[in-house]
């Protein structure tokens, strides 16, 4: 077996930045109990190296047990708390897991989308697929999130992907790139001279967490053609439980648009729509005029979770798409939870 060692350093370098001061140490572990890679975090808790081998003797009776429970497929994920330290076990794909350490008065909540994303790109580096090793930054989708709480409800809770599909809608002035950003993520090609036709497409596309038994389906629906749209929009934009705000980071209005049109007009069609902002064309960085801080302030201001993408070199598309499927899972599992 040949890790691309680099990539998986690269991997957890974003991860740690991602994680901040949360992190006292992140490692790959492989079901042996072999530590593939770590490092420490910037956490005042991370002295030096030590801690790693600290965490190696915390980890190995618990990767034991954990092993058993891989064998019966039945491990996902799972936190482990001692005095000093939280510990969070993400399955890998069958080969690794990735053990975060934090702090033990940290909160795991806006930990666990970067712990599922790190884990979903651990495991394809252990299969020699190609992955990015970027984890793009996520604004939490609201501050009383709480998805450990509901951890052990998916564990538990399987969502079929025949029983279930979800409407998916893209909003945003055209141009930005929804269409591309669509064949990207359906066919992963970008098609440099798309023409714009008249009509909606629908695509099926499914978005599969091994870790988390779940599968979503997307039926994506995809306006062409802007004439079309006001005849259209009402029965476009309603019953969609998902959808994707594009807005294009070399045109300014189109980014302001989302605030005065694009947000409420899709909330008001589907009031409980799970959203996510993207600014896309970051390939365009020296015709960038909208920072990603600025993006990064009116996610937080409408409580959404942002991402840059680049439909023309395929930069965090698929994240985007994996973003909004772990918010319907999680929104499922509150649903079905009562
Ligand atoms: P829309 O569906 O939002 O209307 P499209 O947007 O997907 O049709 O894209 C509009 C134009 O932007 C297309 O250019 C497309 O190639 C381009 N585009 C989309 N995404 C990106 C991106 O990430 N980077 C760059 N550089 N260009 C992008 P054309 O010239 O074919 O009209
Ligand atoms: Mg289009």
Known sequence: MSVDTKKL??????YKQSLGDNLVAALVVNRDGLI???????????????????????????????????????????TFDTEDYRFIFCESGPEA????????????????????????KIAR?????????????????????????????LQKVK???????????????????????????????????????????????????????????????????????????QSYLSNAEAGILVYDVTNRSSFENINKNWYLEIKKASPNIALLLVGNKIDLESERVVSRDEGEVLAQKLTLTYIETSAKTGENINDAFKMLALQIIRKFIETQAL
Not at 125 to 153: C, H, M, W, Y
């Open 125 to 153: 580096i252990f299969d020699g697929r190609t992955v990015s090793p970027v984890i793009p930054k996520l604004v939490a989708e609201s501050s009383t999130d709480t998805i450990q709480r509901r951890l052990n409800k």
């Open 97 to 120: 897991v990735l053990v975060t350490v934090l702090d033990a008065i940290a909160g795991i909540d806006s930990v666990f989308p970067y712990a599922y994303l790190a884990a979903e």
């Open 9 to 14: 350093a690269a991997l957890l370098g974003w």
């Open 159 to 233: 969502i079929k992907s025949r029983e279930y599909a979800f409407k998916l809608i893209l909003g945003g002035d055209g141009a930005v790139g929804k269409t591309s950003m669509v064949h990207r993520y359906v066919e992963n090609e970008f098609e440099t001279d798309y023409k714009s036709t008249i009509g909606t497409s629908i695509m099926k596309k499914e978005c599969t967490f091994k870790e988390l038994e779940s599968t979503i389906r997307f039926i994506i629906w995809d306006l062409a053609g802007q004439a079309q749209f006001k005849r259209v929009r």
């Open 36 to 78: 593939m890679d770590s490092l420490v975090g910037s956490s005042e808790k991370s002295l030096d190296e030590e801690i790693i081998s600290g965490v190696n003797a915390l980890v190995e009776p618990v990767l034991t047990r954990i092993t058993k429970e891989f064998n019966s497929g039945s491990f996902g994920t799972g």
